[in-house]
């Protein structure tokens, strides 16, 4: 009898949670792991996608000098990766090869054929063996994706205006624009379709806020015009325009651009700095962060933003680009991966000087 009772008042106890809890949101309702349709059903987890490769490496070009003015190194032979693009590869799930732009080119090559995608990062260097180098290897990635090896390249800032250049073969074709260290909107081309796109999987809202709020970071003195990449057959043959922005002149130039047949994009604004509208209390108006290195990944200035949608800017970018990275089915031995990896050379924090970037990797 007594038995009877004590279940008579667990049921009644579970309803009543069960009431409570339905109460609040029918979303409420926890499942413990029992209760799963896998489990139910006999089934594990499904087994990982075998077309995907969930070990991508990316190379990334290094640039001629120290990064640090020379403050770290004046050595002639000198090339620099600010370590925020090795984090933002890091941040999506990928690891990074330095390619070292001015070692050998069999070694060059040998660490090109262990990554799954590459990165041309920001910079001024246009001329000499740096440019040579990034024209060889777009090449290349361009004849991989030909031969059937999806191989994603990511053209940021200066990497876009290098394959412009490359693209024309015009290294005259390059326009000035009043664009350094300001901030500014991304416009969408009308009726874009942006499927396939670095912008797809952007949440709607930061899609919105990227049109209408200043939070991506341009800092360039060159681009192009939407009106001459469309007038050069070569550039709108290879690229489509996805967005434009104003100079402070008014000046417009392609901010962002994807070739049509290739897994290359291009963006002349930095997603591994973003900039922030910020309400300042003292002149109760929005007023902006105008620091020189805005970065997920960059602290050298206290102004530096790093708000919600700063970061969602650099890490929906970053997911993108990895995610093209697993489509690569290149699986290079993992022994040379791990002997050409970046983690056996060590950063030098360079930010302590309060200006230019926070971490360096420095080959010399
Ligand atoms: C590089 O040269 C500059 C100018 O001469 C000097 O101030 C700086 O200390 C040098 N850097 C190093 C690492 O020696
Ligand atoms: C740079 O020059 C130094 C000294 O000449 C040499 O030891 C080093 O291997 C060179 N580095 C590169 C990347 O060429």
Known sequence: M?????????????????????????????????????????????????????????????????????????????SYIAASYVKFVES????????????PPEVLYKKLSLVNGVIFTGGSSKTGLYFEVVTSIFKDVLRKNDAGDRFPLLAICLGFELLTMIVSKDNNILERFSASDQASTLQF??????????????PPVLLN????????????????????????????SFFEILTTTADSDDKVYVSTAQAHRYPVTALQWHPERVRHKIFD?????????????????????????HSEDAIQVTQNVANFFIREARLSTHRPPSQEVLDNL???????????????????????
């Open 209 to 236: 806020k990227l049109s209408t709020e200043c939070i991506v970071m341009q800092n360039h003195k060159f681009g192009i015009s939407p009106e001459k990449l469309q007038k050069t057959e070569s550039l709108s």
């Open 92 to 103: 999506a799930g990928a690891r990074v090869v330095p390619l070292i732009y001015n070692e």
């Open 342 to 364: 970046i983690y056996n050379y060590s950063p030098t924090y360079c930010g302590k000087a309060g200006k230019g970037f926070d971490e360096v990797y420095i080959f010399s």
């Open 2 to 78: 007594l038995y009877v009772t004590w279940i008579s008042l667990l049921l009644l106890l579970s309803n009543v949670l069960t009431a409570s809890v339905n109460a609040h949101s029918t979303h409420a309702l926890l499942l413990l792991p029992t209760h799963s349709h896998a489990a139910v059903s006999g089934q594990r987890c499904p087994a990982p996608d075998p077309n995907l490769n969930f070990r991508p490496v990316i190379g990334i070009v290094s640039h001629p000098g120290d990064g640090c003015s020379g403050r770290l190194s004046n050595a002639t032979n000198a």
């Open 189 to 202: 081309v009308e009726n874009i379709d942006i499927s396939g796109t670095v912008f797809q999987r952007f």
């Open 281 to 305: 209390l003292k002149c109760k108006c929005f007023i902006f962060n105008i620091p020189m290195q805005k970065n997920a990944f960059e602290w050298a200035s206290s102004s530096i933003p």
